[in-house]
């Protein structure tokens, strides 16, 4: 299965978030932007936070954010955002975090598959730091191997 697209306006670069709330506010607000989404699906990312701790801190520096599938998930989506400053997620092992990924996936059966084929991109311990360090979407782009 392929990756979900990642179109420009999902891809935030070198942004400010205050806390872990405002990078998934930021992360969910690209995965709006591009149409994948509608905003009661940000909530949802921050409300399984809240209820299960920051389990989706996947690696160091790594934020991996997505909600189940559900009406407010338009079609898939991919969001990638870079941190100008990283945010402590409260994790014991992966904190602070520079790279939040936002996935909305509209198949149930499909949920689970997509996030671990992105997992696996992480695989690579240098690709948080690419990520990190990237300074446009086509960049961001060939890192993941996604498409536009």
């Not at 932007?33 to 936070?49: F, H, N």
């Not at 936002?102 to 730091?129: C, M, R, W």
Request: hydrophobic residues 45%; aromatic residues 4%; charged residues 15%.
């Amino acid at each position: 299965m392929p990756l979900p697209p990642l179109p420009d306006d999902a891809v935030v670069l070198g942004t400010s978030a205050s806390s872990w709330r405002d990078a998934l506010r930021v992360v969910g607000g690209a995965l709006v932007t591009s149409g994948a989404t509608t905003e009661p699906y940000t909530d949802a990312m921050i409300g399984l936070v809240e209820e299960h701790g920051p389990y989706i801190v996947i690696s160091p520096g790594l934020a991996f954010a997505h909600a189940r599938p559900g009406p407010a998930v338009l079609r898939d989506g991919l969001a990638v955002v870079t941190l100008a400053s990283p945010v402590v997620f409260g994790h014991p092992h992966n904190d602070p975090v520079q790279v939040v990924l936002g996935l909305a996936v509209a198949g149930v059966g499909a949920h689970l598959e997509s996030i671990g084929e992105i997992a696996n991109l992480f695989n690579d311990p240098t690709v948080t730091g690419r990520l990190a360090a990237a300074t446009s979407a086509d960049e961001v782009r060939t890192i993941m191997g996604a498409s536009a």
